[in-house]
């Protein structure tokens, strides 16, 4: 049993959760509290009752001096959340001299600017109300060294998320920050791939990301190979499946495929209005499809209970993608199987993912034969497209001048990183899976 104080906490914070009586940390705090007190971003996959307040308050509690200015910014959406964090803390706190402060919406300002004006070191905000501040420079972000993104995705469903990219524009760079989500949905994942800077990502009491009744498997082809196995995966299907791709042009070459050979295909993708996406999926849900061809972008919210087999025609470039697709199959109990092809060029990338799968996963090259030989350049090769990779572009603060605006709100994730698009311009537009690829 690990106790608190392993953690890293000093004595002032421990006081004050002995007198909470926390006997030992939640997993949330054992995975989380270490990683932030070290300065590293995190990333964290977790539902309210998970424990997350105490893993992110505690740590920057110790982490704040007294007197030095607002120095912790914590962003919830709803004034019910953000008092609640307010009060944890205080607790959590009442052995160090850190006071807090909430702001939001729908108090008079008055009894805020009193409260900011005595001194605070945490401002715990809804977004719209600390914009408010912000214009009025009765808080400023200069001093701010760590900063909380609470219920993410609920931020996001409330329209929260340009407000949240104006904010975080404004704060230091040098700062360590954390970023919490009961789902994934990709502009999230983009969110933190703009604002977080090689975060560590947990995978928290998801349990639709725990893999379980689902058949996991994989095989290792070379990229031009993929669609003759997709079809010979697809053939023997009774019921529905799911294709997934890593850009629109993925996607739609691939339903193009399937529609030659004569499969009952639709595709789904970022770039299409949101009627015809639902008229898409209302083509698959009724059973008049079977088969669904989809960027990440649809993958949240796909609850089809017929679909028995999802196929990841590219690796997803992060391991929580790779849950979220899988998880659309093995709905309501049934049972489900996922592959996913593997090209040479995505070796790495998988065996970040590989790591993460807690339960058997089958290796489709030895079961059917399949030799491979991975050219050596490709072996040495580093992930490239994900956190943590050895080229990390997409995910530096430095790639923040184009901004996050609304209008990216439908496009698919990986399509809008120009790179993608670029790349498929120089094919001159034609199907050619071989080559230097991507994927
Ligand atoms: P949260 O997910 O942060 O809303 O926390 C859920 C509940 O668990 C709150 O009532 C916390 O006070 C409580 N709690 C958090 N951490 C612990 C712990 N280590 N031991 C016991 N209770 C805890």
């Keep these: 049993m690990t106790e608190f104080k392993e953690l890293g906490l000093n004595d002032d914070i421990l006081k004050g959760i002995k007198d909470l009586g926390y006997k030992e940390p939640f997993p949330i705090q054992e995975a989380v509290i270490p990683v932030l007190l070290a300065g590293r971003d995190v990333v964290g996959q977790a539902h309210t009752g998970s424990g997350k307040t105490a893993a992110f308050a505690l740590a920057m509690l110790q982490k704040i001096k007294p007197r030095n200015g607002i120095q912790g910014l914590i962003m919830a959406p709803t004034r019910e959340l953000a008092m609640q964090i307010t009060e944890e803390i205080k607790k959590f706190g009442k052995y160090t001299k850190i006071r807090v402060v909430t702001v939001y919406g729908g108090q008079g300002m008055g009894i805020q600017l009193d409260a900011l004006d005595r001194g605070v070191e945490i401002v715990v905000a809804t977004p719209g109300r600390l914009i408010d501040h912000l214009k009025r420079g009765s808080i400023e972000l200069r001093d701010i060294t760590h900063i909380v993104l609470d219920e993410a995705d609920t931020m996001l469903d409330m329209g929260f998320i340009d407000d949240i990219s104006f904010i975080l524009d404004l704060a230091p760079e040098d700062r360590v920050m954390s970023l919490y989500s009961a789902t994934m949905p990709t502009e999230i994942l983009r969110l933190s791939e703009e604002y977080l800077n090689n975060p560590k990502q947990f995978l928290l009491s998801a349990d639709d990301l725990s893999g379980d009744g689902i058949d996991q498997s994989f095989l290792v082809i070379k ?199 670029k790349r498929y311009s120089d094919r001159g537009g034609k199907n050619s899976y071989g080559g230097r690829s991507r994927w």
């Excluded at 997709?230 to 996607?251: A, G, M, N």
């Excluded at 691939?254 to 970022?270: D, M, R, S, T």
């Excluded at 008229?279 to 209970?305: E, H, N």
């Design 223 to 421: 990229d031009r190979d993929k669609f003759k196995y997709l079809i010979d995966f697809i053939k023997p299907i009774k019921r529905q499946c799911i294709v997934f791709c890593s850009t629109k042009y993925r996607t739609r070459d691939v339903a193009k495929f399937l529609h030659q050979e004569k499969f009952n295909a639709v595709a789904i993708e970022g770039d299409m209005s949101q009627h015809r996406r639902e008229q898409t999926m209302g083509k698959f849900r009724s059973g008049k499809a079977d088969i669904l061809v989809a960027t990440d972008v649809a993958s949240r919210g796909i609850d089809v209970p017929t679909v028995e087999l999802v196929i990841n025609y590219d690796v997803p470039n992060q391991e929580l993608l790779y849950f979220h697709r899988i998880g659309r199959t093995a709905r309501a109990g049934a049972k489900g199987k996922a592959i996913t092809f593997v090209s040479y060029s995505s070796v790495g990338d998988w065996n970040i993912i590989k790591r993460q799968i807690k339960v058997p996963l089958e290796d489709l090259n030895q079961k059917m034969g399949i030799q491979i030989s991975i050219p050596d350049p490709l072996k040495r090769q580093m992930p490239s497209r994900r956190y943590g990779g050895q080229s990390r572009s997409n995910y530096s603060r430095g790639g923040r001048s184009g901004g996050y605006g609304r209008s990216h709100r439908d496009g698919d994730s990986r399509d809008d990183r120009g790179g993608g698009r």
